[in-house]
């Protein structure tokens, strides 16, 4: 079990730089290659029990379940699907650079979004009479540990026009978690940048007041990442101690 | 005066000037002895544990006299790690903790991710329990209603909005009370089905309290809807008009209270609403008293859902037709309170060894998600509560996140208040009916 992660988070997040600046000053966009969007659900599992340093008494020692990474799309990708991506290239040029991989799973659309081109989409989304966003549903974090970019910002948005959703995912590596503020396209990204900044450590440029919400102003880490320690004392019962729950023996 | 003599009003000196912190004191000899600084500004801290700010929501405001010149709110007070808690436990054990996010609407968190979860599996719960879910979700919207009422009748001084609230809320407790088995914190609604069948005399109870609580209803309206103080109070006080509500992101009666008739049950329909007669009360105030006449029509179409809903409930199953997700052992009361069935537990300790392995296996391994991730929603009483259900294929989930209606809410509070009196911060922030279990997580 590791310690709460102790890094040095930049605090650069320039609140004076309005969200259309941020469009025109885009940062230099890295090689695609680099952010190919290696989002694997979860690490990869062992054996069944949760035990380990013991031989392996289970006989399921040998079991291993490799990390999931949803497929790419192909097209059509069914229902309104289409229509989005189709009327995405069509309101912004730079579609291609922007959406690393399209995910349809579930009857949910899922656009991988290079961060550089975050604002540019969600412009989009949000303004073309063909899509109308008008909605930001809510803005959380996912930490995929184990793929270099570990960090996921999810976006979710909601078309009250045509009633459609879509799900925007930017992935970050730990030692560069900076992506553009929502602030300034949706007012609601407020507090919610501000939780997913709290819970994962994720630095959204350009937000008015990026500070902690939910935990103490000086707390250390972020609790949400899955090498932070949910915490807790072990419980003493007629004798017996029973560890606390993210210690315990658990069905992998 | 001087800086440290006195005991009311100790003072510092600061970057923006001298500030003095006033924590007691009779307020003329206080700002009496501030001299020529009494007409600065001055920002009182309302909260955490202030009464009229629903649970431990803590508001700092910058007076001029005794308008609102600057709102910021300060959450966290409440927050308990809900969404950690549930990576670590099992996916039916996952209810337990959302159950208590908002703890005045639970089963609308237990339904917004009893969806995801089922989204994940690719199952649908039969069409018995969906109509018993669809009941409670009601009866659960009504209750909270009535809190919302009752505790902004408090802060607003009418004591009788109070009392008649929370005993027409105990009504609707009640009722939840005798279908779970609790009055808050249900965990009944479970991925998969709900944990048990409506006892005896279920349905009668729901008919009685369709008839009681219209009369409630009624008696609230004709207690304040034509009450000149309430109308003064509320009338024209915390205006957030549509443009305001989408770009806040604002959902729920405050977004129908502007206007917009948008409503989850109506435009994205899940579990047979669809197929049920009701209407989308909408005002066009975008003021507190026009949040007030929407709650209380919200509430009138909720009895006539319920009284729907129970002449279509047919005897059938309340599990998935599907032994590796159901629950495997019906609960009931036995002579030591509830439990696993005696015909269960007796099938499993000295019929089949078979179904006590599977039984075992089930409740403490339980069952594995396919990986993948969703994002389902359900009109909750506050507005849109949504559940982002990520898993790894594993027994426990991977990512559960809230989409928590009283947390963006919330972020209103400065838009509905600056610029009116702080008496009327009071009336603003009782209208966005925010819980603090469900802001905080």
Same mark, same amino acid.
């Given at each position: 079990?590791?310690?709460?992660?102790?890094?040095?988070?930049?605090?650069d @997040?320039?609140?004076e730089? @309005?969200?259309?600046?941020?469009?025109?000053?885009?940062?230099?966009p890295? @090689? *695609?290659?680099?952010?190919?969007?290696?989002?694997?659900?979860?690490?990869?599992?062992?054996?069944?029990?949760?035990?380990?340093?013991?031989?392996?008494?289970?006989?399921?020692?040998?079991?291993?379940?490799?990390?999931?990474?949803?497929?790419?799309?192909?097209r059509?990708? /069914?229902?309104?699907?289409?229509?989005?991506v189709?009327g995405?290239?069509?309101?912004?040029?730079?579609?291609?650079?922007?959406?690393?991989?399209?995910?349809?799973d579930?009857?949910?659309? *899922?656009?991988?979004?290079?961060?550089?081109?975050?604002i540019?989409?969600?412009?989009?989304?949000?303004?073309?009479?063909?899509?109308?966003?008008?909605?930001?549903?809510g803005?959380?974090?996912?930490?995929?540990? /184990?793929?270099?970019?570990r960090?996921? @910002?999810?976006?979710?948005?909601?078309?009250?026009?045509?009633?459609?959703?879509?799900?925007?995912?930017?992935?970050?590596?730990?030692?560069? =978690?900076?992506?553009?503020?929502?602030?300034?396209?949706?007012?609601?990204?407020?507090?919610q940048?501000?939780? *997913?900044?709290?819970m994962?450590?994720?630095v959204?440029?350009?937000?008015?007041?990026?500070?902690?919400?939910?935990?103490?102003?000086?707390?250390?880490?972020?609790?949400?990442?899955?090498?932070?320690?949910?915490?807790?004392?072990?419980?003493?019962?007629?004798?017996? *101690?029973?560890?606390? =729950?993210?210690?315990?023996?658990?069905?992998? | 005066?001087?800086?440290?003599?006195?005991?009311?009003?100790?003072?510092?000196?600061?970057?923006?000037?001298?500030?003095?912190?006033?924590? !007691?004191?009779?307020?003329?000899?206080?700002?009496?002895? &501030?001299?020529?600084?009494?007409?600065?500004?001055?920002?009182?801290?309302?909260?955490p544990?202030?009464?009229?700010?629903?649970?431990?929501?803590?508001?700092?405001?910058?007076?001029?006299?005794?308008?609102?010149?600057?709102?910021?709110?300060?959450?966290g007070? &409440?927050?308990?790690?809900?969404?950690?808690?549930?990576?670590?436990?099992?996916?039916?054990?996952?209810?337990?903790?959302?159950?208590?996010?908002?703890?005045?609407?639970?089963?609308?968190?237990?339904?917004?991710?009893?969806?995801?979860?089922?989204?994940?599996?690719?199952?649908?719960?039969?069409e018995?329990?969906?109509?018993?879910?669809?009941?409670l979700?009601?009866?659960? #919207?009504?209750?909270?209603?009535?809190?919302?009422?009752?505790?902004?009748?408090?802060?607003? !001084?009418?004591?009788?909005?109070?009392?008649?609230?929370?005993?027409?809320?105990?009504?609707?407790?009640?009722?939840?009370?005798?279908?779970?088995?609790?009055?808050?914190n249900?965990?009944?609604i479970?991925?998969?089905?709900?944990?048990?069948?409506?006892?005896?005399?279920?349905?009668?109870?729901?008919?009685?309290?369709?008839?009681?609580i #219209?009369?409630?209803?009624?008696?609230?309206?004709?207690l304040?809807?034509?009450?000149?103080?309430?109308?003064?109070?509320?009338?024209?006080? !915390?205006?957030?008009?549509?443009?305001?509500? &989408?770009?806040?992101?604002?959902?729920?009666?405050?977004?129908?209270?502007?206007?917009?008739?948008?409503?989850l049950?109506?435009?994205?329909?899940?579990?047979?609403?669809?197929?049920?007669?009701?209407?989308?009360?909408?005002?066009?105030?975008?003021?507190?008293?026009?949040?007030?006449?929407?709650?209380?029509?919200?509430?009138?179409?909720s009895?006539?859902?319920v009284?729907?809903?129970?002449?279509r409930?047919e005897?059938?199953?309340?599990?998935?037709?599907?032994?590796?997700?159901?629950?495997?052992?019906?609960?009931?009361?036995?002579?030591?309170?509830?439990?696993?069935?005696?015909?269960?537990?007796?099938?499993?300790?000295?019929?089949?060894?078979?179904?006590?392995?599977?039984?075992f296996?089930?409740v403490?391994?339980?069952?594995?998600v396919?990986?993948?991730?969703?994002?389902?929603?359900?009109?909750?009483?506050r507005?849109?509560?949504?559940?982002?259900?990520v898993?790894?294929?594993?027994?426990?989930?991977?990512r559960?996140?809230?989409?928590?209606?009283?947390?963006?809410?919330?972020?209103?509070?400065?838009?509905?208040?600056?610029? !009116?009196?702080?008496?009327?911060?009071?009336?603003?922030v009782g209208?966005?009916?925010?819980v603090?279990?469900?802001?905080?997580?």
């Amino acid at each position: 079990m590791t310690g709460p992660t102790e890094r040095p988070v930049p605090e650069d @997040s320039a609140p004076e730089q @309005s969200a259309a600046d941020m469009v025109g000053s885009t940062p230099a966009p890295e @090689s *695609t290659i680099d952010r190919q969007v290696d989002s694997p659900y979860g690490t990869e599992r062992r054996g069944m029990f949760g035990v380990a340093g013991s031989g392996d008494t289970t006989g399921f020692g040998g079991l291993v379940r490799e990390p999931w990474t949803p497929p790419t799309a192909e097209r059509p990708y /069914g229902g309104y699907f289409d229509e989005i991506v189709d009327g995405l290239y069509e309101a912004y040029a730079q579609a291609e650079q922007a959406i690393q991989k399209v995910v349809v799973d579930r009857d949910e659309l *899922t656009l991988h979004i290079a961060r550089e081109h975050l604002i540019g989409v969600a412009t989009a989304l949000r303004d073309d009479p063909s899509l109308r966003f008008e909605l930001c549903v809510g803005v959380s974090g996912v930490d995929y540990l /184990g793929s270099v970019h570990r960090l996921h @910002s999810v976006v979710h948005l909601m078309s009250m026009t045509y009633r459609r959703r879509v799900r925007l995912e930017v992935s970050v590596s730990l030692e560069d =978690p900076h992506l553009p503020s929502l602030t300034g396209l949706y007012p609601t990204a407020d507090w919610q940048e501000r939780e *997913t900044y709290d819970m994962f450590g994720i630095v959204y440029d350009g937000h008015p007041a990026l500070t902690r919400i939910l935990m103490p102003d000086d707390w250390d880490g972020h609790p949400q990442r899955k090498d932070y320690p949910l915490g807790g004392v072990p419980v003493q019962y007629k004798g017996a *101690t029973i560890p606390p =729950p993210d210690e315990r023996r658990a069905y992998k | 005066m001087s800086d440290t003599t006195d005991q009311y009003a100790p003072s510092r000196a600061t970057t923006e000037g001298r500030v003095f912190n006033l924590s !007691g004191g009779d307020w003329d000899s206080v700002v009496g002895g &501030l001299g020529e600084f009494h007409d600065d500004r001055l920002i009182v801290n309302m909260g955490p544990q202030h009464p009229s700010t629903h649970g431990v929501l803590r508001l700092v405001l910058e007076l001029d006299g005794e308008s609102v010149t600057d709102l910021r709110a300060v959450i966290g007070y &409440l927050h308990t790690g809900i969404e950690k808690n549930t990576e670590f436990r099992t996916w039916t054990q996952g209810v337990t903790f959302l159950t208590r996010a908002d703890y005045l609407a639970p089963l609308f968190n237990e339904s917004a991710y009893c969806m995801g979860v089922e989204k994940l599996l690719g199952v649908e719960v039969p069409e018995r329990a969906q109509l018993i879910r669809l009941i409670l979700m009601e009866i659960n #919207r009504v209750s909270s209603h009535w809190v919302a009422l009752a505790t902004g009748g408090m802060e607003m !001084g009418a004591l009788t909005a109070m009392t008649n609230g929370l005993r027409a809320r105990e009504r609707c407790l009640d009722v939840l009370e005798m279908v779970t088995g609790l009055r808050m914190n249900h965990a009944f609604i479970r991925p998969g089905g709900i944990a048990q069948d409506l006892p005896d005399g279920a349905v009668e109870k729901m008919r009685e309290w369709v008839t009681d609580i #219209r009369g409630e209803i009624a008696g609230l309206r004709r207690l304040l809807a034509g009450q000149p103080i309430w109308i003064g109070r509320l009338k024209d006080v !915390g205006w957030l008009g549509v443009e305001g509500c &989408l770009s806040l992101g604002i959902t729920g009666p405050m977004l129908r209270a502007a206007g917009l008739p948008w409503d989850l049950r109506k435009t994205e329909p899940y579990w047979g609403y669809e197929t049920f007669d009701f209407d989308v009360p909408t005002q066009d105030g975008g003021d507190c008293w026009a949040r007030f006449l929407v709650r209380l029509d919200e509430m009138d179409q909720s009895a006539r859902i319920v009284e729907q809903a129970i002449e279509r409930l047919e005897p059938g199953p309340i599990w998935v037709d599907d032994p590796k997700i159901a629950w495997p052992g019906q609960l009931s009361i036995g002579p030591d309170g509830m439990g696993t069935s005696l015909a269960h537990v007796q099938k499993i300790m000295n019929g089949s060894m078979e179904s006590l392995i599977h039984h075992f296996k089930l409740v403490t391994e339980g069952f594995r998600v396919p990986p993948g991730q969703v994002y389902t929603a359900v009109e909750s009483p506050r507005g849109e509560l949504g559940a982002h259900v990520v898993s790894d294929g594993g027994t426990r989930p991977y990512r559960v996140h809230l989409r928590e209606p009283s947390f963006v809410n919330l972020q209103s509070a400065a838009a509905l208040s600056i610029g !009116g009196m702080i008496s009327d911060v009071i009336a603003s922030v009782g209208s966005i009916d925010p819980v603090m279990g469900g802001v905080d997580r």
